[in-house]
């Protein structure tokens, strides 16, 4: 018997709407994978990809694929659809505007063998676009989010499990009867659903682990408007789930490992070789980040209790925001002698 017949066997879920192209390029990295897919699951919510073209370029790569269509729109019904469907033990999650690194499977099957009793292995993401300044704040945003997370390969704080880069163990899942939260559905489309799963993983005493060596490339915003766009809406969707779990979440000891946020980026920026000017960029979206957070967890508040509040208060918000902003960019450029660069920072190594 051969290494590659005794490795555990994985159904891999791509949840997908409206994006042809990035599907496309998606799918076209895990046809380049070092060990092949078991089962492909594509779950479509409306992509204007036609399911008769995937099928025909793709099943020679694959050893079973499976089309799906789900009619409701959500995130929570798409994934759960892909989790009642799933034929293997193990059922890993990516977006279709990912583009996965070419041995994520055989690095994903080698991190279940290690931790064959965890519910859930969680991998690294990186920015597709490593010469965005824009795609390289999201990235160090959510780095950041994740590192403190957990301790070692040890995840404390499961809501920090990420559907576009996990496998799930669904004996636990099921075990447990831990699905995706429909009800959030109506709510920014279900976002943050993986946030939730990993807080009803965590309250079933479910462990989950992390693997560096599963490594998935996430096409960022690239402008700073669709990246102020999407932060709010997330942002947003956070804070429902905040609001769901508050009572338990309060309840948790050591789920985090906080570092200062300063010497996490200084190492950043080492690592990535990032030098001076682009630094201070990164380091003033970064600002922009944490304005944008508290904004829009301050919003959603006025919306949730309503009264002039509700009329008033998203202006003067959005108001004092936008003035920040602005003195941080003057004071930026006095005292650097420099307008901020274009777009493209970051040389490509």
């Not at 997370?149 to 499990?161: C, Q």
């Amino acid at each position: 018997m051969t290494d590659q017949q005794i490795l555990p066997k994985i159904t891999l879920a791509i949840i997908t709407k409206n994006r042809p192209s990035e599907l496309r390029a998606c799918l076209d990295s895990l046809v380049k994978q070092t060990i092949p897919v078991d089962e492909l699951l594509i779950v479509d919510s409306g992509t204007k990809l036609p399911e008769q073209y995937v099928k025909e370029t793709y099943r020679k790569y694959f050893r079973k694929l499976t089309y799906l269509y789900e009619p409701r729109s959500g995130f929570p019904f798409a994934r759960n659809r892909a989790l009642i469907t799933a034929t293997y033990q193990w059922l890993a999650f990516t977006d279709d505007d990912c583009v996965v690194d070419g041995k994520w499977i055989e690095q994903m099957k080698q991190a279940i063998q290690k931790f064959p009793r965890a519910a859930a292995i969680a991998g690294l993401s990186k920015t597709f676009y490593p010469c965005s300044p824009v795609a390289r704040a999201a990235e160090l945003n959510e780095l950041y989010w994740k590192t403190c997370a957990r301790r070692g390969t040890a995840i404390l704080d499961l809501e920090a499990l990420d559907n576009k880069n996990v496998v799930y163990n669904t004996f636990f899942l099921h075990k447990h009867a831990i699905t995706y939260d429909e009800k959030r559905a109506p709510f920014y489309a279900g976002a943050s659903d993986d946030c939730d799963l990993g807080m009803q993983i965590q309250k079933a005493g479910g462990k989950a682990y992390y693997c560096e060596s599963m490594i998935i490339y996430h096409k960022d915003p690239q402008s700073l408007q669709s990246y102020v766009r999407g932060k709010i809406f997330r942002t947003s969707a956070h804070a429902t789930y905040e609001r769901q779990w508050k009572d338990y979440r309060d309840s948790l000891q050591n789920r985090k490992t906080p570092e200062r946020k300063w010497n996490f980026f200084r190492r950043y920026v080492k690592v990535n070789q990032i030098n001076l000017p682009n630094a201070m960029v990164l380091l003033l979206l970064l600002g922009l980040t944490f304005i944008i957070i508290r904004y829009t967890k301050i919003r959603y508040v006025l919306l949730l209790y309503g009264g002039l509040l509700k009329d008033y208060g998203e202006i003067i918000i959005f108001a004092t925001l936008i003035f920040i902003v602005s003195k941080c960019i003057r004071g930026f450029t006095k005292i650097t002698g420099f307008e901020i660069p274009p777009p493209n920072l970051y040389e490509q190594k």
